[in-house]
């Protein structure tokens, strides 16, 4: 399991617990690829690229992986593929078993006591198995526990740098998932909220430099305990619970911020909490309508006029209301869009035409580019549908002249609407009404306009379009394809570098061996660079490993 070595010790004791619950599902593997879905408090997607049968990179969508790092998701997929795809049991062995059947009550009682006095946190587990019930000297014990983690990483200035944010963060993380929830086992769910939010509160203020995500680790630990929580709570350990996010989801937790939300609209779904919900959201819409700060005003007040309409609907409150509110918003992209699709669904393709049409005008005002796009496209496809073939054609020639200049399936579907005698003509209108920034190469290889490629690569200051349509190219123009190679790598060569770029000449040196007298162009180069550069060891050195195989 080479693999093993890409995460971190808590990531891999983490990831095999997922794998041991089960939580590894809809496995799919090819040649160069592994897929599965993770269940947990949110569903995750995990993918693996494989090379050669080895792990080349993993991406996960949670947040803790959004930034690179290697996750518990990730981890727990590569257990199960390691085992075949076989899920685990995850059983004591047999021997284990039997040697504590033929043990003694007095031995067995002798050896938990010796164990339990050298471990403060396993006596306190123990405890909460045998006297579950639990007052506030519990939460003080615990308190202290923590306290006690963060000291251990804390330096004399109160911080948590980079060395020491590993060990914190697996240490709390341990934790977590072993004090906390042995005292969820041992039926004290009101503590268990309690200690769970001291650690939250504790970690939102800490100073710690957590580049390796340890924060964002933690938070999600934190909510995957407070979902089991919500789940087996009585009425009134969930209106405590409900009160305290509602009164924490104000920007003060900081990496909880948008947790603390979730959990709030995910959960709760009685009618009086949705109602207590919708106030709570007004006021958030309230503020952000206040707010100086004109991304949150935008952004911000976007995701909770969202939040309401689905309270709404969830409240099944009147459609005429829903309408209101949501008419009344369409300044927010997301809200605009909710409003599209039930128009679209009501099969009201006019309302849905002017909607996206002042949906665009406020895009382009806004220099939401993206927006833009999508409505526009959408707007398309509206016009085709309905049969409006010159407002079709002209939304297509939008796309192509604005923000979609250069896709290359528009360009075939405008290339479709138009005669092939016709089509030359329209093109270089089309070509000429185009940004002058756009890349037109993609096009010129569509039509098989060679010239016009052949031109545009070799005006490049690199190789990269040379490589992308050398296919193409190279049968009608070697000659000139080979001048590029040698005007780029005398180009670099004029720069010193690291080895890496000088393994990058090489490469360019192993592409002009494919081309006619390629070979004796890139020999003529190394024997003039090391009579001119007899000092560059690295240079030297890395050449020697041109070999005048094409690469």
């Known amino acids: 399991m080479d693999w093993v070595d890409l995460f971190q010790p808590q990531i891999i004791e983490r990831g095999l617990g997922y794998y041991q619950q089960g939580a590894v599902t809809d496995f799919q593997q090819t040649a160069t690829e ?60 047999a021997k284990l078993s039997e040697l504590v059947a033929s043990a003694t009550d007095k031995q067995v009682r002798d050896f938990l006591t010796q164990v339990l006095t050298a471990d403060g946190r396993l006596a306190q587990q123990f405890k909460m198995q045998i006297t579950p019930a639990a007052g506030n000297n519990d939460l003080n014990l615990y308190r202290q526990q923590i306290s006690a983690i ?65 924060v964002t680790m933690l938070a999600q630990t934190c909510e995957e305990i407070w979902t089991q929580l919500i789940q087996q709570a009585d009425a009134k350990l969930r209106r405590q619970m409900f009160n305290w996010f509602k009164k924490h989801a104000d920007g003060s937790l900081d990496a909880f911020d948008e947790i603390l939300v979730d959990l709030l609209m995910a959960n709760f779904s009685e ?21 100086k700060d004109a991304w949150i005003s935008v952004y911000g007040g976007g995701d909770w006029a969202m939040a309401r309409l689905q309270l709404m609907d969830e409240l099944h409150l009147d459609s005429a209301e829903i309408e209101a509110f949501a008419q009344a918003n369409l300044k927010f992209t997301d809200v605009r869009k909710f409003l599209i699709a039930r128009r679209l669904q009501q099969k009201d393709y ?19 580019w993206g927006v833009v796009s999508e409505f526009s496209q959408q707007l398309k496809d509206i016009y085709r549908k309905t049969g409006q073939p010159e407002a079709y054609r002209q939304e297509l020639w939008n796309l192509l002249t604005g923000p979609e200049a250069a896709n290359v399936a528009l360009y075939r579907e405008l290339k479709g609407l138009v005669g092939q ?39 490049e200051p690199d190789l990269y379009g040379v490589e992308s349509y050398e296919d193409m190219l190279k049968p009608l123009y070697p000659g000139q394809l080979l001048r590029k190679y040698v005007k780029t790598a005398k180009e670099m060569a004029q720069q010193t570098g690291t080895r890496q770029h000088y393994r990058q000449i090489v490469a360019v040196l192993n592409g002009m ?7 004796s162009a890139a020999t003529d180069l190394i024997e003039k660079w090391r009579q001119a550069y007899p000092r560059r060891t690295a240079m030297l050195d890395e050449l020697r490993r041109f070999d005048g195989s094409p690469s």
């Open 34 to 93: 592994i897929s599965a879905t993770v269940l947990g408090t949110k569903t995750y997607q995990v993918t693996v690229q494989l090379d050669d049968d080895e792990v080349e990179t993993a991406d996960c969508t949670c947040p803790y992986a959004a930034d690179g790092k290697p996750c518990k998701h990730e981890a727990a997929v590569l257990f199960y593929w390691d085992k075949g795809g076989q899920t685990a049991t995850d059983k004591p062995s």
């Open 150 to 214: 963060f000291q251990a990483h804390t330096d004399r200035h109160h911080f948590i740098d980079y060395y020491a944010a590993d060990g914190f963060g697996q240490d709390l993380d341990n934790f977590l998932v072993t004090d906390v929830q042995a005292i969820i086992t041992g039926g004290q769910l009101s503590l268990a909220f309690k200690v769970v939010n001291v650690v939250a509160l504790k970690v939102s203020q800490v100073d710690i430099d957590d580049s390796d995500g340890e």
């Open 271 to 291: 009618e009086k909490y949705l109602r207590e919900k919708l106030d709570w959201v007004d006021q958030q819409i309230q503020q952000s309508q206040d707010a």
């Open 350 to 368: 006019t309302q849905a035409i002017q909607l996206l049409r002042a949906g665009k005008q406020q895009g382009q005002k806004q220099h939401f």
């Open 421 to 459: 005698s016709q089509w030359p003509a329209e093109r270089e209108r089309l070509f000429e009404a185009m940004p002058q920034e756009v890349d037109l190469k993609p096009l010129y290889a569509e039509d098989e306009l060679y010239p016009q490629l052949l031109k545009a690569v070799l005006a």
């Open 513 to 519: 061996v494919a081309y006619r007298g390629g070979l």
